[in-house]
């Protein structure tokens, strides 16, 4: 991979943070903290969110992506990726705007969990009532 001129874009989804980096011309390799995407991740969905900007765009093997993502589950960080992926792009290309809003990839996803009530179980369970 060439350390040439690279777009940078950050991307979160509940707490995870990605660091996107995208250099022109690679080979379409994406390297997530040091390791193949598809080694990083174990489920194809992941794959799938992780690669969804470059296929919108039509950009599949032009960039060699490399990432650092911390915080958060597996499925939040790959959604974190695809967030930073698609601002990366969005710097490298305007033009992709139209059709990265199209498919949802800009839009920060900010539903966080909720936090837990005193006196009940979880943020919203109470604990079960009994009459006698």
Same mark, same amino acid.
């Given at each position: 991979?060439? #350390? =040439? ?9 509940? *707490? $995870?943070? /990605? ?7 690679? !080979? ?7 390791? %193949?995407?598809? #080694? ?10 992780? $690669? +969804?900007?470059?296929?919108? =765009? ?20 790959? #959604?974190?990726?695809?967030?930073? /992926? !698609?601002? +990366?792009?969005?710097?490298?290309? %305007?033009?992709?705007?139209? /059709?990265?809003?199209? +498919? ?5 996803? $900010?539903?966080?969990? #909720?936090?837990?009530? %005193?006196?009940?179980? *979880? +943020?919203?369970? /109470?604990?079960?009532? =009994?009459?006698?």
């Amino acid at each position: 991979m060439t #350390e =040439t001129q690279y777009y940078e874009g950050i991307g979160r989804r509940k *707490r $995870a943070t /990605a660091r996107v980096r995208i250099y022109p011309g690679g !080979s379409g390799q994406i390297i997530v903290n040091g390791k %193949p995407y598809n #080694e990083y991740f174990g489920r194809q969905v992941d794959w799938q969110r992780v $690669a +969804a900007p470059f296929g919108v =765009t039509q950009t599949e093997g032009y960039f060699d992506v490399t990432v650092v993502v911390k915080g958060g589950g597996i499925t939040g960080q790959a #959604e974190a990726i695809r967030m930073g /992926a !698609s601002r +990366a792009l969005l710097k490298y290309n %305007p033009d992709f705007r139209k /059709a990265l809003r199209r +498919a949802g990839y800009l839009t920060r996803d $900010a539903r966080e969990k #909720e936090r837990k009530k %005193p006196g009940l179980k *979880r +943020a919203r369970k /109470a604990p079960q009532y =009994t009459k006698r």
